[in-house]
């Protein structure tokens, strides 16, 4: 399978490593041998239809150069790299942004039309435009995936939609931020919303645009792709009623606490679609803290159920990515 | 899909009611047509070519009577009923025995024989002689499902078996009792044993065999049929090592609770497999309260992920049995 890979940060390459760490699993088990036949980052590309070398390319990021010192184009963008490229799948992990969600919107977009098959762990092309893309998957046939986007490594999407298939979901809410997460148990803990938000800084859990965690558009993006593919909702990001964790003080959460509650920013569906922070029951399984995420799923006739996991990291959601990689080699096996 | 229920219990009923308030939904969504063509229970069996009718059956439980009341035999047993119908599916929901297993064993390896497909909510058979029925199922191209077996409606061997495809679990730790983390969950709130047993009695959550919960015999039974299924050892009930709430004073759950854990029973699968009164850190994700059951994977890739539910209930037993049924309409299908 060839692969070519838009962004280069933790999560590609995590997923490079994992393709040569899991080399011999991968085709043993599931007759996966990924290739990756090109690489873009934000300093340029690289291309080689007979595979380029992981190691060199995590050398390259260490160095502090662009994956274009692998014998690739320095200013080479990932549109460039796509339109010369006859990679099988597209593995798209440029930053997630929403006022366009470019340069992965069109990454997205322009793989599909020349018939890749794409995964996403970028949430932005999904959250501002999850129907028409999933419209454009089916008419160019090929697979979108995206399991990275939501849960990172733990497969909520898949659990939704799988484990629970014969199962009517009625409503679900979640914790589907760990920054905000764990600056709310840092409040919790008896910080101040200052110090806590510094504590979240100082271990580079915060987004370099901070609103993207503090303003709930990284859990209300996460929704909308829930709400998607778990309700079979259309609906994108600007529908969302959203608000942040910047009002909750000290003496809300002291509050909760005396109620036997904590301050969440919970993301939840339930008839209406909304981010925003919620007291939660202490002894409510989905009362998890620290950056651990966790959403609750009220089914029809199995009662609720929660999964909780780590929601972010490159290794864990690189191996999200080798999921849907191995569901795809499945689909082309069997066509 | 003509089916055949051995056992006609909370479960049974539940899943003859399913079958007709989700009729329209089975059949449009999944394809699913079940046709009740025999039930039996202990008092005897009723079958009908043409299809038994749910409020019929139930009926016949809610006067006390047996299923042979809607025109049936009286003293007909599992086993005849077995050898006379040519149904697609057992449906196998009679009370787990540890000790052959009986009737149940004999039910499931005979509906194989005969070349049908198996769906055992009885863990007694899966936890006495998992590989050999495995193999069974193989030699006789059936399917044998269970998933109601670990769990009740929460999908714990889906999850691991499916949604984390691709990863491989390195150990896993769960509280798969619901009676005696109900008995704990009361000794860690201030109640004597003896007082906890007595409330967990009066809820009608302790099995007529005490032994199964409060030695630990259920949960070692659902660690065996995890051992086999998502990790792929070949092993058997006797060989789990095992040791159940009896031993447990209020004196350890107060030491627990002073050191910030709380006692739980639990069955783990870490090299070794035991099952156990362990303590859990209240602010791990798996130290769930109450009924609740709870598990934890250890993944390589994607970090622990931890799912809870409730493990047990006649209607969410029963959903779980939809989800196999749906599978097995699907590989029915696909020949």
Chains 1, 2 share one sequence.
Not at 81 to 100: K, P, R
């Amino acid at each position: 399978m060839r692969v070519v890979l838009c962004g280069f940060g933790a999560v590609g390459q995590g997923l490079a490593r994992l393709f040569e760490s899991r080399a011999d699993d991968l085709y043993a088990r599931f007759g996966l041998k990924p290739r990756i036949v090109g690489v873009a980052d934000s300093g340029g590309a690289a291309s080689d239809p007979s595979g380029l070398r992981a190691a060199d390319l995590v050398a390259a990021k260490a160095g502090g150069r662009s994956v274009a010192a692998c014998g690739g184009r320095a200013g080479m963008t990932g549109a460039e790299l796509i339109a010369e490229s006859d990679a099988d799948v597209l593995v798209e992990t440029t930053a997630s942004g929403y006022e366009d969600a470019e340069p992965g919107m069109s990454h997205v977009t322009s793989a599909m039309a020349r018939g890749m098959h794409v995964v996403s762990a970028n949430k932005g092309p999904l959250a501002l435009a999850f129907p028409s893309l999933m419209e454009l998957a089916a008419h160019n046939c090929v697979s979108l995936k995206f399991s990275g986007t939501v849960g990172g490594g733990t497969p909520i999407l898949d659990y939704a939609k799988n484990s629970l298939r014969g199962e009517r979901i009625v409503s679900f809410r979640g914790i589907l931020n760990g920054t905000t997460n764990y600056i709310l148990s840092g409040m919790a803990g008896g910080m101040s919303p200052g110090e806590a938000l510094e504590d979240a800084r100082s271990r580079g859990y915060v987004e370099a645009d901070e609103s993207l965690d503090l303003d709930g558009i990284d859990a209300a993006a996460k929704l909308t792709i829930l709400a998607n593919w778990v309700m079979g909702m259309k609906v994108t990001l600007p529908e969302i009623r959203r608000e942040g964790i910047r009002g909750v003080g000290a003496g809300d959460v002291r509050r909760a606490a005396e109620g036997g509650s904590a301050v969440k920013l919970i993301a939840e569906c339930d008839g209406d679609l909304s981010v925003g922070p919620r007291e939660v029951r202490t002894d409510d399984p989905l009362c998890v803290n620290g950056t651990l995420n966790g959403i609750s799923f009220v089914s029809e006739h199995s009662g609720t159920q929660t999964v909780i996991g780590r929601g972010a990291g490159g290794t864990e959601t690189a191996s999200s990515i080798v999921r849907d990689l191995i569901d795809i080699r499945g689909e082309m096996a069997s066509r």
